[in-house]
């Protein structure tokens, strides 16, 4: 794993990929603490670092036998269909990985991933002007 990098695979291997689903792994006192961007049979993963409260995502299959634990993210409906474009990786002024962007379909940021006390929270941006 490269500590230095949000991303724990190369980048080019997702995009341009439709999403297929977003799903949400909960903890009952934590919130959402994984996030499955699923692109067919794989899918980008995002964690959280319970040590550092980072942010790392991975390219791996979709998740497996405790399936039942992760649902669709209603937010995200809107979101299937669309093709993932670029990244970034966000790091806060205590030098950490706690933050991870998306484009969908071009390059205009709308999603952001935010690592808040060892869960995930998500933003959708939106133009100032």
Not at 32 to 47: N, P, Q, T, Y
Request: with cysteine; proline share 5%.
């Amino acid at each position: 794993m490269d500590d230095d990098s949000i991303l724990q695979f190369d980048w080019k291997i997702v995009e341009g990929r439709t999403i297929s689903a977003i799903l949400g792994k909960r903890d009952i006192d934590l919130g959402l603490i994984e996030v499955a961007i699923c692109l067919g049979d794989h899918a980008v993963s995002l964690r959280v670092n319970n040590d550092t409260d980072e942010i790392r995502a991975f390219y791996e299959p979709l998740p497996g036998p405790d399936s039942r634990r992760w649902k669709p993210i209603g937010e995200f409906e809107r979101e299937v269909g669309k093709k993932l474009a670029w990244c970034w990786s966000g790091r806060n002024s205590q030098g950490y990985l706690d933050m991870f962007t998306i484009s969908l379909s071009d390059i205009d940021p709308v999603i952001a991933f935010v690592a808040v006390a060892s869960s995930l929270h998500f933003k959708r941006l939106t133009p100032c002007s």
